[in-house]
């Protein structure tokens, strides 16, 4: 994990089942974490509402320049 702090990459440690794995690896420089500390494994069918909703809120929080609405003069 230093050598990949080191050069700015993303680390992911994977099984992480309690809070004193967390704590240890966030104390060596992981940045991402998976594992049934945060979340039981869900089938497929359950996990696309949530990546759903969650796209549905990024996109409604910050809108792409695309998909802004341009605004004419006189309001129209």
Known sequence: MNIAAARHMTTTAEGVETEQQRELLRALGCSEMQGYL???????????????????RSATANPSPARKRRQTPGGA
């Open 38 to 56: 945060f979340s039981a494994a869900k089938p497929a069918a359950d996990i696309r509402p949530l990546l759903f909703s969650h796209c549905e």
